[in-house]
């Protein structure tokens, strides 16, 4: 009987503990890494923030000038010092978001141990020479026992053991990894708690997972996302448009008679531009990535994420998915002429020494019964075996046996004709629904059937509603016949399904799909998944899973829970509201910045434009002053927002855009109205300008 892995709950978390907040340590390193970001050559990408330095740069040049020359320099250098708080602060909050992911892969790095491998040079007579883990070859084997640490990633050939897997998961209790099948996969720096296994080296010395786990949580090489670039490009245009705009203002002022200080056309170009969501648009993406690792999965780049948030079809297998993988018990079928509740004590009795999930459930569903025991003193307990297929308990001469239905009746010498039609009836019923029917005895006589199930988790369907309400379809993958997969489905709610699934099918399934432009999300852990994982948009691997599929995906779930998939989707979206709600606010907020400079520049000369000083600003430098300060403080107000993220709602994409424009679009008009006026006042009162 293959021993599957203990689950692992969806809110552990692994090496994301560290990311969890922003400690002193991540923003003093933070502070120091932003103050690298001015070098001109690591800001030329992101083009709003690389021409607030430029003008920091010549509003410093001119604040010197009118030092040296001796003439009034406190209005310069003050615009100068907040135009420099300006880049600051934008690079602020990209390097905090990089922070966090730093200080998870600190956390990693702090994993690994030096030790010395047994490597077997000679599988016949089993030789083993130690050799230290950096120095193994991609093929070699080596034999890992209990307390060993496995010295590289590799498959399983031989052997079952039990894996402590906190270095890399987070998670305590230990699993089961075995050879053959989709658990054979262990990954370098977990450590053997029990038992013994072989194991093959897959991996080349410095890339390990764990290697490449650094790498990705260090976010370093993390690519701007197609929406992205497409973002950039569209504020890179804002731009070169304001930046027109602010030039024609020299001739408009030559030709009302205004002679404009270069110095408060640079203020007033840097406030019309788009600083904030410019200063603002790494730090989303990189924090959409940690957000995955905080739930305990790793993507391959920011691309990933974002496809996530525009997944359109989402293939999930059933088994272990939708339900919860392990049969469990859901109805005692009691033969004719057995009382019910004799039928459900023998049942319990026949299972109070199985460990297994199964036989677990029976003791739940006895429970909820109002049946409760213990197994008694001198109790001999049967252990499922493969050769008779069935575990029970023995009680002096009394017995208790469960198992498949033609071992307990050949057990009992019984024919099939010669178990009576209702319970035969009842057994036919449950294998056509796809359910699996133990028979029970007590004391050599025919008891009853039980129904194990795959029971459908609870909340899966109400969270297939959410997805559907977002646009998003369901496909269930399974490899039932038809009519259990038609059951299964309606019960879980999912779109549509594909019974008798071979790797073929999925693949098949998921081209079509996008042939019709769809953007499709699959998870999978078997090396027979790895086709589909690679050709999905989103490809979610089990940590537990085939080397070939890890390879395969560009996400990694370390919990291996394939209900992450689910969780994956949402922070993508997340991460795409967030963008979309912070560019609504900072265009917004520009309309505000022009009631204060624009008055303040020409309101000598055309008194007219008086009635649009709404906020009654003390004198046009405090104007212009105050809009420069805010300009440079609601960046730092929206690092933790930005980083946090817009929470998700499952609601369609009209309602989205309203509620962006409502709060963030009118927030981002109103907010500016008040802080500008607030520091206004402050700068007026502490005779600032």
């Known amino acids: 009987m293959s021993m599957s892995s203990t689950p692992v709950g969806s809110g552990r978390r692994g090496p994301s503990a560290l990311s969890n907040s922003l400690s002193p340590k991540v923003l003093g390193q933070a502070a120091l890494a932003a103050v690298g970001k001015l070098d001109p050559r690591k800001l030329v990408g992101n083009p709003v923030i690389f021409t607030t330095e430029i003008v920091a740069v010549l509003s410093t040049v001119s604040a010197v000038v009118a030092v040296a020359s001796g003439q009034a320099a406190g209005f310069a250098i003050q615009l100068a010092l907040w135009l420099w708080a300006t880049v600051l602060f934008a690079n602020l909050a990209e390097s905090v978001a990089e922070g966090r992911g730093k200080a998870a892969a600190d956390s990693l790095r702090a994993s690994r141990v030096t030790t010395k491998a047994k ?123 304001f930046l027109i ?30 600083t904030t969501i410019g200063g603002l648009l790494s730090a989303i993406g990189i924090a959409g990535m940690d957000r995955l690792l905080k739930v305990n999965v790793l993507a391959t780049s920011g691309r990933a994420v974002e ?11 059933k088994t272990g998915t939708i339900t919860f993988g392990n049969r469990m018990a859901t109805e005692v079928i009691s033969a004719p002429g057995v009382l019910p509740e004799a039928a ?16 677990r459930s029976i003791v739940d569903l006895a429970r909820d019964k109002g049946l409760t025991l213990q197994a008694p003193e001198g109790a001999t307990l049967i252990a499922f075996s493969a050769m008779t297929r069935q575990s029970g308990l023995d009680v002096g001469g009394k017995s208790w046996r ?14 099939p004709d010669q178990v009576p039609a209702e319970l035969s009836a009842a057994v036919d019923r449950i294998a056509r629904s796809g359910g699996t029917p133990l028979a029970v005895s007590e004391d050599g006589a025919l008891m009853g059937v039980i129904h194990l199930k795959d029971v459908v988790k609870p909340g899966v369907k109400e969270r297939f509603a959410d997805l559907r309400r977002m646009g998003l379809r369901t496909v ?49 852990d078997g090396a027979n998944d790895a086709p589909a994982l690679a050709q999905s948009d989103v490809g979610v691997a089990m940590q537990t899973g085939a080397q070939a599929a890890r390879e395969a995906g560009n996400m990694v779930d370390l919990d291996s829970d394939p209900t992450k998939v689910i969780e994956i989707v949402e922070v993508g979206k997340q991460m795409l509201i967030t963008r979309g709600a912070l560019t609504t606010f900072s265009i917004a907020n520009d309309v505000a910045k022009y009631f204060a400079i624009i ?53 369609g994409a009209a309602r989205l855009l309203q509620r962006n424009l409502l709060i963030y679009g009118l927030g981002g008009i109103v907010a500016p109205f008040i802080g500008i006026k607030l520091i206004d006042l402050l700068v007026a009162g502490l005779g600032l300008a």
């Open 476 to 524: 269930m993958i399974t490899g039932d016949n038809p009519v259990t997969a038609a059951a299964i489905a309606s019960e879980a709610g999912v779109d549509d399904f594909l019974a008798e699934a071979t790797p073929e099918d999925k693949l098949r399934l998921i081209r079509e799909e996008q042939a019709k432009g769809r953007l499709v999300a699959m998870c999978g």
């Open 599 to 651: 008055p303040a520049i020409f309101v000598v000369s055309l008194p007219a434009l008086a009635a649009l000083n709404v906020m009654h600003l003390a004198s046009p430098e405090s104007a212009i002053l105050s809009a420069v300060i805010f300009n440079a403080l609601v960046i730092v107000a929206l690092i933790p927002l930005a980083l946090r993220g817009v929470k998700y709602r499952a609601i």
């Open 119 to 241: 490597l077997i040079i000679d599988p016949k007579t089993g030789t083993i020479v130690p050799t230290p883990a950096h120095k193994l070859g991609i093929g070699e084997i080596v034999l890992v026992e209990a307390g060993d640490v496995v010295p590289a990633d590799g498959e399983i050939i031989e052997g079952i053991a039990s894996v402590n897997e906190a270095a890399i998961t987070g998670e305590s209790a230990p699993v089961i990894r075995e050879s053959g099948g989709d658990r054979s996969a262990v990954t370098g720096g977990t450590t053997v708690v029990s038992d013994w296994i072989k194991v093959r080296i897959t991996s080349a010395p410095g890339d390990t997972f764990l290697d490449r786990m650094i790498a990705m949580v260090e976010g370093a090489e993390r690519r701007k996302t197609p929406n992205e670039i497409a973002l950039a490009v569209l504020l890179a245009g804002l731009t070169l448009i």
């Open 307 to 317: 496809a996530a948030g525009d997944v359109d079809t989402l293939l999930l297998d």
């Open 402 to 415: 469960k198992g498949a239905v033609d071992a307990v009746l050949k057990t009992l010498s019984l024919s």
């Open 344 to 359: 459900l004590r023998a049942t319990l009795m026949a299972s109070l020494g199985d460990e297994t999930p199964e036989g």
């Open 245 to 274: 705009a602010v030039v024609t203002l020299l001739g408009l002022g030559a030709y009302s008679g205004v002679k404009l200080d270069p110095l408060v056309l640079g203020a007033l170009f840097i406030c019309l531009i788009p």
